[in-house]
């Protein structure tokens, strides 16, 4: 099956800083990528839907200039956290699909990223 | 605006009963909908979805849109089914797809 990879797995930022996830399909072109966040022992939670070209569709709730998303190739989709502070720990998960194949609607999701905010 | 409801936070049961993981949605359109699964410590991957009519380690879904319904069943559990697993909705929302999740549902099978 298609691969998504994410890095970094984890990060540990001081406060204040920002924080860039990237999120990339290795095998297939992702023009639509999906950003979620997990809280432990919770479901996924979906942030942001992004096409590749085009600004980022964010859900209700989702702070637009504190994660931003940049979706600018058909292989890369990176999601930074700006100012970061403790309540945005989390773990943020990319999933990728290629819609332009008919039929072709499965998502194809990343390892996961454990970002911690000291 | 579209919603996946997974009712069951956890499901235990012995090794050989049947299984059932509920499902059920809300979408004004034609859903598509997706069961995927992650085992302990791995990334999520998908288990089957309704468009394929297939079946995946024994996991059969059938939609049921008269009662919006999209359960999961197994007719005998095995001790390596024991994962999260969680039912998905593709639709479209304001002109794009998105993907939502249910609250996923844990299956621990006993031996």
């Known amino acids: 099956g298609a691969v998504v990879s994410q890095h970094p797995s984890w990060v540990i930022c001081k406060s204040g800083t920002s924080v860039k996830i990237e999120c990339r399909s290795l095998d297939f072109q992702a023009t639509t990528m999906f950003w979620y966040r997990q809280f432990p022992k919770q479901s996924l939670m979906l942030m942001a839907t992004s096409n590749e070209g085009s600004k980022a569709t964010y859900e209700q709730g989702v702070e637009k200039d504190k994660f931003l998303i940049n979706h600018a190739s058909l292989t890369l989709s990176t999601l930074t956290v700006t100012s970061a502070h403790p309540e945005d720990s989390s773990f943020y998960i990319c999933s990728a699909r290629d819609r332009r194949i008919l039929m072709n609607t499965e998502a194809f999701f990343g390892q996961g990223t454990r970002l911690t905010v000291v | 605006a579209q919603r996946v409801t997974q009712p069951e936070k956890l499901l235990s049961v012995f090794k050989g009963a049947p299984v059932e993981l509920k499902c059920n949605y809300s979408?004004?359109?034609?859903?598509?909908l997706f069961w995927y699964v992650q085992y302990s410590r791995q990334r999520l991957q998908l288990l089957l979805r309704h468009i394929s009519r297939e079946s995946i380690k024994g996991f059969t879904a059938d939609l049921n849109k008269g009662e919006t319904s999209f359960h999961l069943k197994k007719p005998f559990a095995q001790e390596e089914d024991s994962a999260m697993y969680y039912c998905a909705l593709m639709g479209r929302d304001g002109g794009y797809n998105k993907l939502i999740f249910g609250a996923g549902t844990r299956l621990a099978v006993h031996p």
């Open positions: 979408y004004s359109g034609s859903p598509e």
